[in-house]
């Protein structure tokens, strides 16, 4: 089968097409034939290994010292159930189905085998009303989303901001709060703001023109994904029992912004899985009902992954891009 191979540590240039051994579905697993994937800014942070020093070194000897252990990235996708394990019991061959793969990464491929109740990541069948490159795109950033609101316990008639909105986490994020019942403030750059008003934000700020923390006003949960504003300026804009949430901060941010929230009832929450199959379920459940969509800004070829991973590193993508594999 190809499969993109990331043959060390750097640039998208490091990512080679090749062709490796089609998996062997275990008792407990399916055989996925994979029909579209996704670039994420996790999937850059890992080529490149970018990350915050206090994880460095965990994470460095999980996925390899010297060069990547996970050869195939990928961290979600759509496709056709090929083969089951004589164990499986709730898919079925020819299931369509959406999955996060967890830390097992391995979707940048045309097969993947995954486990039917997987420790980390999730897989069921997909929403019916969307195709494959659509349901690809909700697995990964639609599952973190929707656990990191549970932890703020997200209520009708709050007030949530949303800082980086515009990209996978940020869409997501931005449609679950509404459902929600919360008022949401999306900030990002300008070309971003139409799409957000039209997947329901009620308020749009560029950040390149107005720095919301200057703002007096104060929310009831604040949801940081870009890492680009000072946590403790943004703790201090909480209300009383208020919630930031940080997608992927550095020490130095938890530190001030737990200094920023010392003495109150104010939380800092820097963690979160990508959900269960039960979370993937709800999800398609809130797709089906048309409460909630992915957003595609553009599609590539698996052979185009290279491109793929040099536009997302532009940083200008809107919602998600899309790799169709077959």
């Known amino acids: 089968m190809r499969a ?3 043959t060390d540590y750097g640039s998208p240039d ?3 097409l090749k ?11 399916v055989l996925v034939r994979i029909r579209a994937t996704t670039v994420s800014t996790a999937d850059c942070e890992l ?4 990350f915050a020093l206090w994880i460095w070194v965990p994470m460095r000897l999980g996925f390899g010292i010297r060069r990547p252990r996970h050869r195939v990235l990928g961290q979600e996708l759509a496709g056709d159930i090929e083969s089951v394990g004589k164990g499986v019991r709730s898919l079925r061959k020819g299931d369509r189905v959406f999955a996060a793969t967890g830390i097992g990464l391995g979707a940048y491929a045309e097969y993947i085998c995954v486990r039917e109740n997987p420790q980390t990541g999730a897989i069921t069948t997909m929403p019916a009303n969307l195709s494959y490159e659509e349901a690809a795109a909700v697995p990964y950033g639609g599952g973190e989303a929707l656990q990191f609101l549970r932890k703020a316990n997200v209520r009708s008639g709050q007030r949530v901001l949303v800082n980086g909105a515009g990209g996978s986490f940020g869409t997501f994020a931005v449609q679950l709060a509404k459902v929600l019942g919360a008022h949401v403030t999306a900030v990002d750059s300008a070309p971003k703001l139409e799409m957000l008003r039209t997947i329901g934000a009620d308020r749009v ?6 720095d919301f923390t200057d703002s007096p006003e104060t929310y009831d949960v604040i949801f940081d994904v870009v890492r680009n504003t000072p946590s403790g300026r943004m703790a201090r804009l909480l209300t009383e029992n208020g919630c930031l949430l940080m997608a992927n901060p550095g020490f130095l941010q938890i530190v001030r912004a737990r200094w920023a929230a010392r003495g109150s009832k104010k939380g800092v929450v820097f963690g979160a899985s990508s959900g269960t199959s039960e979370d993937l379920a709800h999800l398609r459940g809130l797709v089906e009902a048309g409460q909630l969509h992915p957003v595609i800004d553009r599609r590539f070829l698996l052979e185009q992954m290279v491109e793929a991973h ?8 809107l919602g998600n891009i899309v790799v169709v594999v077959a």
Do not use: H, M
């Open 19 to 29: 062709d490796v051994l089609k998996p062997v579905p275990k008792d407990n697993e």
């Open 14 to 16: 490091v990512l080679q």
């Open 205 to 210: 700020i560029d950040y390149s023109k107005e």
């Open 47 to 50: 080529r490149r290994f970018d």
């Open 310 to 317: 040099w536009y997302a590193e532009t940083g200008q993508k």
């Open 4 to 6: 993109i191979v990331c």
